[in-house]
């Protein structure tokens, strides 16, 4: 099933603060957008992404390993695995508990996503696995 600027058209009437943003899990790079020039954590490419622009990145893009692992395309570290960086962050009080969190954080198998396409819903050149609103 292919999503046309019909089937989103509807979202145009919650006049949305922010752009929503349209994301896409890929084992190949896509050919639909440009990747993306320079690096940044996962979390400041939907925000790019929210201001109108539309690219992909890879594990080379990434500057948090938190983003890597999520994507599966990184082993946790020890100051993740030992509780250490929520700890130092005052996230939670002491490192075990922070440590008891990486278990069960969703998390995408490896080699399952190498490339992530973020677009802003007015750039949208893709079928999006994700709607972020």
């Not at 979202?11 to 349209?22: H, I, K, N, T, Y």
């Not at 080379?60 to 250490?84: I, K, M, W």
């Not at 969703?106 to 696995?129: M, Q, T, W």
């Amino acid at each position: 099933m292919t999503i046309s600027r019909k089937d989103l058209a509807v979202l145009d009437r919650f006049e949305f603060d922010a752009q929503p943003v349209g994301v896409k899990f890929l084992v190949e790079p896509p050919n639909s957008v440009e990747k993306l020039g320079g690096n940044m954590a996962f979390c400041e490419m939907l925000k790019r992404a929210q201001d109108g622009n539309a690219f992909y990145a890879d594990a080379g893009n990434h500057t948090c390993e938190a983003g890597l692992y999520v994507l599966g395309q990184a082993d946790a570290p020890e100051p993740f695995v030992s509780g250490r960086f929520g700890a130092g962050l005052k996230i939670f009080e002491e490192p075990r508990a922070a440590s008891r969190l990486y278990p069960y954080i969703p998390r995408i198998g490896r080699d399952v996503a190498n490339h992530v396409a973020f677009s802003s819903l007015d750039k949208l050149a893709f079928e999006p696995d994700l709607l972020i609103f």
